[in-house]
């Protein structure tokens, strides 16, 4: 199967700058919603690969084929002030393609509010399709053919992929982190799986801030994310629940933890998730 990019003049498909005026569906108590936010730059980042490779924006893959998506493989947010806005504010979002190859997507999206820095957010994806239909266990990674013609302009990375399967963060573990505990979060079809049948990007991130509620308490209500990195291994079918494991180190200011995050079934390494966050 070989898909062909059209690039128009300039490389505009591979950018896209939008604003939002902001309202309750944008919003949490503490400002801008974290959870609102990865799902409009998931979207966002899906359009810029559909837009690339001049498709509509649904999985790519021949008649009859499973459908081909981009599975989010990792994912993070720095210099995080989601705490700096307020209702009826005027958020401007800039999103770019930053890497695009026959394997994986490389996007960076800006985030602002009067001038000021709300969140800038990198997001990597794979190709990916099921083996077996309606199975997430038999997704597999996939190769997309006919890339070779990317825009000069973008910067190159290293050749090989910037995630693997056997990686962990290890360089985010803190010498003075203690375990808190493992709490078990039930999945629900209609709030957690998206369109594809799959436990959505963002809600892996849900399950954490659950997790952060129950073991830090009602303070933890008072914080807005600084930064997060997360990395995803594996999916879910419907019907299944995750358990979530948390570490803890000591922020006066805030909190910081590291959770794992394992399919309940099998004990299966779902995502990793490393979260710093102050307060508001």
Not at 96 to 115: G, M, Q
Not at 250 to 275: N, P
Request: include cysteine.
């Amino acid at each position: 199967m070989t898909l062909h990019m059209r690039l128009a003049g300039g490389g505009s498909p591979l950018s896209d700058a939008s604003s939002y005026v902001l309202g309750m569906p944008h919003l949490s108590p503490n400002g801008l919603s974290e959870n609102w936010l990865w799902k409009e730059l998931g979207h966002r980042h899906w359009n810029l690969i559909a837009k690339a490779y001049g498709r509509a924006a649904t999985g790519f893959g021949s008649v009859g084929d499973q459908p081909i998506y981009a599975a989010f493989r990792n994912i993070s947010l720095h210099g995080g002030d989601l705490g700096g806005v307020r209702e009826n504010d005027s958020l401007d979002v800039r999103s770019t393609i930053t890497h695009l190859s026959e394997t994986r997507v490389v996007s960076r999206h800006f985030a602002a509010c009067r001038d000021r820095l709300i969140a800038d957010v990198e997001m990597t994806s794979v190709f990916v399709r099921r083996q077996a239909e309606g199975v997430n266990r038999s997704i597999t990674r996939v190769r997309i053919e006919g890339t070779g013609s990317a825009d000069p302009s973008l910067g190159t990375l290293p050749s090989q992929p910037a995630y693997r399967c056997h990686e962990t963060l290890a360089h985010d573990v803190w010498v003075d982190e203690n375990e808190l505990g493992t709490t078990p979060i039930t999945m629900c079809p209609h709030l957690d799986f998206n369109g594809a049948g799959l436990l959505y990007f963002s809600s892996f991130i849900a399950a954490v801030d659950r997790a952060e509620w129950r073991f830090i308490g009602k303070r933890s209500g008072q914080f807005s994310t600084k930064k997060r990195h997360a990395r995803f291994h594996a999916n879910i079918e419907v019907g299944d629940d995750i358990t979530v494991r948390m570490f803890a180190a000591q922020d006066g200011a805030g909190c910081r933890h590291r959770a794992l995050l394992s399919a309940s079934v099998d004990g299966k390494l779902l995502a990793e998730v490393v979260t710093h966050r102050t307060m508001s």
